[in-house]
């Protein structure tokens, strides 16, 4: 990214810090916070340059701390993990970006001044000109161990040698890789080639995305709400793994369908489009704030279905006995397989937090199985990268269900390595990391 920015000065660097300080120190999920710092901003260069700054950093937080240590003669304490993450924010622009490596230093330096702390300017000033004057045999040294070369917690990345042997190091450099911006035309609206040229007609090229009927790729990112027809519910963004889900589910009309763990409601919305409306679809949500946002979306959409708070585990809570026809399950999971586009879960994410979804899926699976209806087909998705979640998962429950039986997927995409269902590795056709499985259940003897 070309960094035109450099007399925005300290401000945008200060604002970019205390972003990754609460993403870091104070848990908070980057899509939360990254919102609230921008809108500090009407420049829309200042905007993107801050949010290059802070992606960028989390993203490579890794590596950089890595570097961190071979500079400093000593850890700092933790009531200065400002002045910490100050210094990653210099190492990042100095290794990632354009800008220029005086100004990044000079206007990395100057936001010690509004942090309060005096002594951490000659500090900062000296790590990073040592840097400069070492980086090649810094990074060398640091590059020997791959999860701090591809700037991964060690634990995901023995879980991925583990997993894909032969494609962890594709995983990881993809886990590194800014995402693709891809719409999903409402084919309720306009057809996608129609879409495509009014794109066009106001200066933006796309291409088709082959996987996926009704998905468009943005070559240049944007701001989508100034797109053509997005105010009238022309589309929708969605990755195109997420896309593959009504494809695979193929909802028809009449049908009485289950979107479980439903919100923010992209799939939702796209089950409505893909059926032409004509389905009886009932959404799922555990979390009340987050039905908002589902509700919001199908007004844009000009979309309607039934929906309400409730935990899919429980049905008892919220089924009105009336089997459904068919099931989205897309399970809560530990999002391993979208950490290019949310580069926070390297740091939010620990081993423990796996055994904890893994047993809240299985739950899922057997509360919401008695709920379909015998010829119904469930179709369980993730995006996560890790078997436990998928195919682990899937077999597990296989194997505990006499009247489940496998659908095979007639796709071109996914990874092969498994028996049960099809993983999509992260840039795989240019998608997320998603699994998908298709299950069915046994007609009554």
């Known amino acids: 990214m070309s960094q035109s920015n450099e007399n925005s000065g300290s401000h945008t660097r200060f604002v970019a810090l205390k972003m990754c300080l609460s993403v870091i120190e104070q848990g908070r999920s980057l899509s939360q916070v990254l919102p609230e710092g921008l809108a500090q901003f009407s420049d829309r260069r200042e905007r993107a340059f801050v949010q ?12 950089l701390m890595a570097i961190r240590s071979q ?27 354009d800008t ?5 230093v000079s206007e990395t330096v100057n936001v010690t001044a509004k942090l309060k702390k005096p002594w951490a300017k000659g ?36 879980a991925l040698r583990k997993a894909y042997p032969d494609n962890w190091q594709q995983i990881l450099e993809a886990n590194n890789q800014i995402a693709p911006l891809t719409l999903r035309n409402n084919r309720k609206f306009q057809n996608r080639d129609q879409l495509q040229q009014l794109l066009s007609d106001a200066g933006f ?17 944007t701001d989508i709400t100034r797109l053509p027809t997005y105010d009238e519910g022309g589309f929708s963004v969605q990755d195109a793994a997420a896309q593959q889900a009504a494809q695979l589910l193929q909802p028809k009309a009449g049908e009485h369908i289950l979107d479980a763990c439903a919100a923010p409601g992209g799939k939702t919305s796209h089950l409505l489009e893909y059926s032409d409306g004509d389905i009886d679809l009932f959404a799922l949500e555990k979390e009340p704030e987050r039905l908002d946002r589902l509700a919001e979306n199908l007004y844009r959409l000009d979309l309607q279905c039934d929906y309400t708070v409730g935990d899919a585990a429980e049905p008892e809570t919220w089924w009105d006995g009336r089997p459904f026809d068919k099931i989205l399950l897309d399970a809560p999971c530990s999002a391993t397989g979208i950490i ?28 919401l199985w008695p709920t379909l ?25 296989l194997e505990r269900t006499t ?16 028996t049960t269902g099809r993983q999509i590795l992260p840039g795989n056709h240019g998608m997320d990391g998603f699994y998908y499985c298709l299950l069915e259940k046994a007609q009554s003897a």
């Open 205 to 221: 090229a796309t291409e088709l995305h082959p996987d996926c009927e009704q998905g468009l790729i943005l070559q240049q990112s």
């Open 123 to 158: 500090l900062i000033n000296g790590v990073l000109r040592n840097f400069m004057r070492e980086q090649a045999s810094i990074c060398a040294e640091v590059d020997l161990k791959p999860a701090q070369k591809y700037a991964h917690p060690q634990w995901f990345f023995k």
């Open 373 to 397: 209806k015998p010829g119904g087909r469930m179709l369980y998705a993730t995006c996560s990268v890790l078997p436990q979640e998928n195919s682990q998962q899937i077999q597990a429950f």
């Open 100 to 104: 220029a490596k005086h100004a990044a």
């Open 340 to 367: 290019r586009r949310h580069p926070d879960i390297k740091w939010h994410r620990v081993p423990e937090d796996i055994e904890e979804l893994v047993q809240i899926q299985s739950r899922i699976l057997d509360a």
């Open 403 to 418: 009247d489940a039986k496998l659908v095979p997927l007639a796709v071109e995409w996914g990874w092969h390595g498994s």
């Open 52 to 63: 290059n700054l802070v992606l960028g950093t989390l993203r490579w937080q890794f590596r």
């Open 71 to 97: 500079l400093l003669k000593k850890k700092l304490k933790a009531k200065d993990e400002d002045v910490n993450q100050l210094i990653l924010l210099g190492l990042f622009q100095i290794l990632y970006t």
